[in-house]
């Protein structure tokens, strides 16, 4: 009974980062093919609302079980900034279609990468979290998510700086520096993930 408990939520940490890896992907396909913009704009639309529902499960799950695998607040906590991290990602996309972009900027893909390699080691360190044996790949996965945090910062102020030099038009300056705070916002919020994991790491492992 008491794996079965613990996988309810093991499994919706899991599923719910494996979302914002899809999610992230069809982003940086977004860019690639802009004249599709609406309709990948759309599926990403939907696996955010599948994230809401796996966060409205677990945190039902969680105010239902007496015992759970981590403290509720951690689970809680991740659950939370999972969400946050799906919710970045598709505000971006939003953006891209509600402000009519028809041109990517080049520092904007290298940005959107960044979000898509700190998914996916995020999805790789929550996935693992099950299994809190081999402690030190935790812990490296989490640096590695900071490490992809350090380098999205780095994509978004040369994003910035060639967003202003170029002198372009203002209203243009204005929705793109909007989508890559969204980008950033992504990031850190996979950086919060793995702060969190290292706590549960250190705490339980």
Known sequence: MGLTRDAV???ALAEHAQKSVTASELLLEMLDRLQDAPEIAKKIKEIEHEGDRITHRCLEALHKTWITPLDREEIHA?????DDVLDCIEAASERIVLFEIERAMPEARQLAESVVTACVTMSAATSSLRDMKD???LLELCVEINRH???ADAHYRVALAALFKQGSDPLLVMKWRDIYDQLENATDRCE???NIIEGVVLEHA
């Not at 991740?78 to 999972?82: E, K, V």
């Open 9 to 11: 939520f093991f499994d």
């Open 78 to 82: 991740l659950i939370t900034r999972l």
């Open 149 to 151: 945090e350090n380098a």
């Open 192 to 194: 919060d993930v793995a």
């Open 135 to 137: 402690r030190d790949r």
